[in-house]
């Protein structure tokens, strides 16, 4: 369909306003530099915390930053099972053992209780990622006495209280895919309240001219990355205030048609997706899909379901994965084309 209203859908510079891009680069400098360094800085200050690292993406930086936290052959970290195949890289790259935990009854998030029951002694850290912007409540992770680390890949500017996702964590990361809620095309940034450990992340990263080796990686991003990104992070607020309202529109037409909410409305929520429970996602999908309206599943397929004999061991990302169905919201979204998706929606 020729109109059809896609799932994500970037907000990019135009005509103009790429100039207003181009205009910070240093002429003949492309690799990381001075912009990098400003962008590494008002992004990390949109996680709370000091500073950080840009990297090549979300999945590298959460790599970088466990093994910064000492996770590598013989050690374990705990993963949400509802939640991208990204976790499961980092961790298996780091030589450690991804744990699965299943998300939380009737929900989506990593789930406290069920965490709690898989530490072991062998555990380096638990990953706490705030799924479709909604801030995961952080004390019961901090309290397991292990590093935690928060993902912030679709939360950057969701709250908790006061603070900012990744604010609480002993590290954080966030991804700038061109899906997320600021892109650089690729990228992401490392980052962690202790200034130690993005020096850390860092030592790894910055391989040439060293006196000793041991092996690093070459993944930083570049300038002009790094100048789209710092005109990304000028337009957030924005942004965010417009995911605001599109949400409330939302929730608006399901109560009108009288149909529960059907996600937390923290007040520090993002909205990065909007998810609607139905009683086969499947079939809704399809039939959105007839309608012109690209929803999707928010994760393409629970972890487990990469490994045979953990068939049904994870009830409730089972539940999540049948039942869960993302509706198209972003900036650059219309009125017209919202009023179409609820439409859509309703008519299921």
Same mark, same amino acid.
């Given at each position: 369909?020729?109109?059809?209203?896609?799932?994500?859908?970037?907000?990019?510079?135009?005509?103009?306003?790429?100039?207003?891009?181009?205009?910070?680069?240093?002429?003949?400098?492309? !690799?990381?530099?001075?912009? =990098? @360094?400003?962008?590494? &800085?008002?992004?990390?200050?949109?996680?709370?915390? /000091? %500073? $950080?690292?840009?990297?090549?993406?979300?999945?590298?930086?959460?790599?970088?930053?466990?093994?910064?936290?000492?996770?590598?052959?013989?050690?374990?970290?705990?993963?949400?099972?509802?939640?991208?195949? !990204?976790?499961?890289?980092? =961790? @298996?790259?780091?030589? &450690?053992?991804?744990?699965?935990?299943?998300?939380? /009854? %009737? $929900?989506?998030?990593?789930?406290?209780?069920?965490?709690?029951?898989?530490?072991?002694?062998?555990?380096?850290?638990?990953?706490?990622?705030?799924?479709?912007?909604?801030?995961?409540?952080?004390?019961?992770?901090?309290?397991?006495? =292990?590093?935690?680390?928060?993902?912030?890949?679709?939360?950057?500017?969701?709250?908790? %209280?006061?603070?900012?996702?990744?604010?609480?964590?002993?590290?954080?990361?966030?991804?700038?895919?061109?899906?997320?809620?600021?892109?650089?095309?690729?990228?992401?940034?490392?980052?962690?309240?202790?200034?130690?450990?993005?020096?850390? =992340?860092?030592?790894?990263?910055?391989?040439?001219?060293?006196?000793?080796?041991?092996?690093?990686?070459?993944?930083?991003?570049?300038?002009?990355?790094?100048?789209?990104?710092?005109?990304?992070?000028?337009?957030?607020?924005?942004?965010?205030?417009?995911?605001?309202?599109?949400?409330?529109?939302?929730?608006?037409?399901?109560?009108?048609?009288?149909?529960?909410?059907?996600?937390?409305?923290?007040?520090?929520?993002?909205?990065?997706?909007?998810?609607?429970?139905?009683?086969?996602?499947?079939?809704?999908?399809?039939?959105?899909?007839?309608?012109?309206?690209?929803?999707?599943?928010?994760?393409?397929?629970?972890?487990?379901?990469?490994?045979?004999?953990?068939?049904?061991?994870?009830?409730?990302?089972?539940?999540?994965?049948?039942?869960?169905?993302?509706?198209?919201?972003?900036?650059?979204?219309?009125?017209?084309?919202?009023?179409?998706?609820?439409?859509?929606?309703?008519?299921?």
């Amino acid at each position: 369909m020729s109109d059809a209203i896609p799932h994500s859908r970037p907000t990019l510079p135009v005509g103009p306003e790429w100039e207003q891009v181009t205009s910070r680069l240093v002429p003949g400098w492309i !690799a990381d530099g001075p912009c =990098v @360094a400003a962008f590494e &800085a008002a992004a990390a200050e949109w996680l709370g915390c /000091p %500073g $950080g690292v840009a990297v090549a993406s979300g999945s590298v930086a959460l790599q970088l930053v466990l093994s910064a936290l000492g996770a590598g052959p013989g050690r374990e970290v705990l993963i949400p099972a509802y939640c991208c195949a !990204a976790l499961l890289n980092a =961790v @298996a790259l780091t030589g &450690a053992v991804p744990v699965l935990v299943d998300a939380e /009854p %009737g $929900g989506f998030q990593i789930c406290p209780t069920d965490t709690s029951r898989r530490i072991t002694p062998r555990t380096a850290a638990v990953v706490v990622a705030h799924l479709f912007g909604e801030p995961v409540p952080m004390q019961p992770f901090l309290d397991l006495g =292990v590093p935690v680390v928060e993902d912030c890949a679709q939360s950057l500017g969701a709250r908790e %209280g006061s603070e900012f996702t990744g604010a609480r964590g002993h590290a954080a990361i966030t991804s700038f895919y061109a899906t997320k809620v600021i892109t650089t095309g690729h990228g992401g940034l490392a980052t962690g309240r202790d200034p130690e450990l993005p020096a850390g =992340v860092r030592d790894r990263v910055e391989y040439d001219n060293r006196e000793e080796w041991e092996p690093r990686l070459s993944c930083r991003i570049s300038e002009l990355q790094a100048a789209h990104g710092l005109w990304q992070l000028e337009r957030l607020p924005a942004w965010l205030v417009r995911r605001r309202a599109l949400a409330t529109f939302y929730d608006e037409c399901l109560r009108g048609a009288g149909r529960p909410i059907p996600h937390r409305q923290a007040a520090g929520a993002i909205f990065y997706r909007y998810v609607v429970r139905v009683p086969d996602a499947d079939r809704a999908l399809q039939e959105l899909a007839a309608r012109g309206i690209g929803a999707r599943r928010p994760v393409f397929r629970p972890l487990h379901r990469y490994f045979p004999d953990l068939a049904g061991a994870y009830p409730h990302a089972d539940a999540a994965d049948r039942e869960i169905v993302s509706l198209p919201l972003y900036p650059g979204l219309t009125e017209g084309e919202a009023t179409r998706v609820m439409t859509a929606f309703l008519a299921l």
